[in-house]
């Protein structure tokens, strides 16, 4: 079967730096998205992946490896509203978008 | 603002009742999706439009009843709900199916609860 994981929770701090890991086992891949998704609010895409190597946005920066079946979200320089869920997943051979069950981030002073 | 927009935000329900959920894109996109979130759960595609006509059903439980007039308005008919249908339902779009970086463009949801 299809499958993704990521880590339930993370805690860090202010200021530091956060890496989220995401692990995946699809049936053919078309691309690795993460989304940030805030309490109560929609999830909101960040990064799109497809292939190797790492993609810088701004604080953020996604890192893929197609043959470990391996991404992550690299989040720099953290302020309180980066507390969050942050959602990976990957689109199949179909074109359809397999989800993670989200990693919250809580933000600490 | 993420251009999608759900209506109601908040829905409690009897499990008689009938009610539906309404769903609307400003951002002239052809394909739209119904996806239930449960807590510390995956997404759930339940439903995929494209150009009006429904391509995906994930064998989901004909109590709801999806409805897409034209390509900005989607609709989830519910009646005789289940306590375990109560969660989170987003609805989203994107461009076109069938393409790489396609992202899809969320709303904010209708938080459902079942009496």
């Known amino acids: 079967g299809q499958n993704i994981d990521q880590p339930t929770e993370m805690t860090a701090t202010e200021g530091a730096i956060v890496q989220i890991n995401c692990t995946y086992q699809?049936?053919?891949?078309?691309?690795l998205f993460w989304y940030q998704q805030h309490a109560g609010e929609a999830p909101t895409f960040l990064s799109y992946?497809?292939l190797d190597g790492l993609e810088e946005k701004g604080r953020f920066s996604s890192f893929l490896s197609r043959s470990k079946g391996y991404s992550y979200l690299l989040l720099k320089e953290l302020q309180m509203k980066d507390s969050a869920s942050y959602l990976c997943?990957?689109?199949?051979?179909?074109?359809?978008?397999?989800w993670g069950a989200g990693t919250k981030l809580i933000i600490k002073p | 603002e993420t251009g999608v927009t759900q209506t109601p935000r908040h829905l409690v329900m009897g499990m008689t009742n009938k009610k539906s959920l309404k769903c609307e894109q400003h951002?002239?996109?052809?394909?739209m999706y119904w996806y239930k979130q449960s807590a510390k759960k995956p997404l759930e595609l339940m439903f995929v439009?494209?150009?009006?006509?429904?391509?995906e059903n994930n064998s989901v439980p004909s109590r709801f009843s999806p409805e897409c007039p034209n390509s900005s308005h989607l609709f989830l008919h519910l009646h005789t709900l289940q306590p375990e249908d109560s969660a989170l339902y987003l609805c989203?779009?994107?461009?076109?199916?069938?393409?790489?970086?396609?992202?899809?463009?969320f709303g904010d949801g209708t938080r459902l609860s079942i009496l």
């Open positions: 989203a779009s994107s461009q076109d199916l069938d393409r790489g970086l396609q992202p899809q463009h």
């Open positions: 951002l002239g996109h052809n394909a």
């Open positions: 439009y494209n150009f009006k006509e429904q391509t």
């Open positions: 699809t049936s053919g891949f078309n691309g």
């Open positions: 992946n497809v």
């Open positions: 997943a990957v689109m199949d051979s179909n074109y359809q978008l397999i």
